[in-house]
């Protein structure tokens, strides 16, 4: 461990000479992690024994922390931390950063989103409206570093593909002219995760009593909450509404509440909680996928909104294989069933071999006339015929699917 130490001590060295310049960080922190390299020889069990047996504990940012799987400080001061994280299915949602520093893979992969956020309507300082695109996608491997720059300069997400994945950062214990912390979500919303009202988190809390009440006395409180709160409260609740309840149904009875409320603000809430479900599932049924491949194409499912993109990132991975064929076997073998996934596979869409031959000739763009004339080589034209209305069905479905959505957008 002594590695960290050594890091920190050259790091203070260094950056006193840029009389302790936030600019100056992320450019100084990346050059000593390259360096020092402790992504070499790195082993995830090193560090984790000498959390379990240290008693020189560093000074920890926070006793409690979402972020990280776990999170360990392994050197601090009162200027700069430096961080291992650990993950095992977690993933990092779209988010800038309050400080400076770089961070290297020590340890596993992961797929790096890079974003552009274009604000359209400050709500306040904890909350905005606008357009979030994705500027890049890349797989980070071990010993890839990279500066984190404070602030809307530099918006990433981090899809982790191994388990463990580790990454050491090197940071600024805050960057003042930073501004909010804001996390994204698609398609519309920068929100203030750190921001806390005592009084608004004790009735979120609340909400977990509210679950044995009666169904007329949670709706008549509810409604009442949100027609009163502003809009940054609503979101909240709605937050911790699915939270609890995992179903977006249990939304559907406030959102005529809060459309008469909040207008168009509410009603872009609509899509951002349509995202947040299916980024839900997808993350949870990583949990169940353990080959690398399988953990790659999920990525790409939770990061990417085309088929052209999509399918570009896979040929730039496998240049070897056709793209549209490397995903369909994915697919393939992702439909069939698991173990220990309920009744459905692991992606939680059975698909049968009718139901792939639909799939593969709309991820090559086929029209529903394109998937009949296929159907009909395979089956005849008259079985193809009297099953028009259940395939005319199965397309709609796969389009509508909020799982394949990307493979068939264009």
């Known amino acids: 461990m002594h590695v960290y130490e050594e890091m920190g001590r050259l790091i203070q060295d260094r950056w006193v000479k840029y009389n302790h310049d936030e600019e100056a960080f992320p450019e100084l922190a990346a050059r000593v992690l390259q360096e020092m390299a402790p992504y070499k020889g790195f082993d995830p069990m090193v560090p984790i024994e000498w959390l379990f047996n240290t008693r020189t504990f560093p000074r920890q940012l926070t006793a409690r922390s979402d972020f990280g799987q ?16 650990y993950w095992l299915d977690g993933t990092t949602e779209i988010h800038q950063h309050g400080f400076s520093g770089a961070f290297q893979v020590v340890k596993g992969g992961s797929i790096h989103g890079q974003y552009r956020w274009n604000e359209r309507h400050r709500v306040n300082s904890r909350m905005a409206f606008g357009e979030l695109s994705l500027e890049s996608l890349n797989e980070l491997k071990e010993g890839d570093v990279q500066q984190i720059l404070p602030g809307n300069r530099y918006i990433h997400s981090l899809f982790h593909l191994e388990r463990p994945s580790v990454t050491c950062v090197v940071r600024t214990l805050h960057t003042p002219n ?32 509210l679950q044995d009440s009666p169904r007329a006395v949670r709706k008549r409180l509810l409604s009442e909450l949100i027609e009163r709160s502003d809009i940054h409260t609503c979101y909240l609740l709605f937050k911790r509404l699915l939270e609890i309840y995992k179903e977006e149904t249990a939304l559907e009875e406030f959102w005529e509440v809060a459309i008469r409320r909040h207008g168009s603000l509410a009603e872009q809430l609509i899509p951002v909680f349509q995202e947040r479900i299916r980024q839900s599932m997808l993350v949870s049924r990583r949990a169940q996928v353990k080959t690398e491949e399988h953990r790659y194409f999920l990525a790409l499912l939770l990061n990417i909104d085309d088929a ?7 040929r730039q991975r496998y240049p070897h294989e056709d793209p549209g064929e490397k995903v369909m ?3 393939e073998e992702l439909s069939k069933p698991t173990e220990g996934v309920g009744s459905g596979d692991t992606l939680g869409i059975p698909l049968n071999e009718t139901a792939l031959i639909i799939f593969r000739e709309l991820l090559h763009g086929r029209s529903e006339a394109g998937v009949m004339a296929r159907l009909k080589e395979v089956y005849g034209a008259d079985e193809t015929e009297q099953e028009a209305a259940s395939i005319a069905e199965m397309v709609s479905a796969l389009r509508a699917s909020s799982v394949f959505r990307p493979l068939f957008a264009r």
């Open 70 to 85: 776990p999170p360990v400080t392994v050197f601090s001061d009162h200027r700069l931390v430096i961080d291992l994280y």
């Open 178 to 209: 930073a501004g909010v912390q804001y996390s994204y979500k698609k398609p519309f919303l920068a929100i203030d995760s750190t921001y806390e009202d005592v009084q608004t988190n004790r009735i979120l809390q609340s909400l977990t009593f």
């Open 308 to 314: 052209e993109s999509l399918l570009w990132l896979v």
């Open 329 to 331: 076997r994915w697919v």
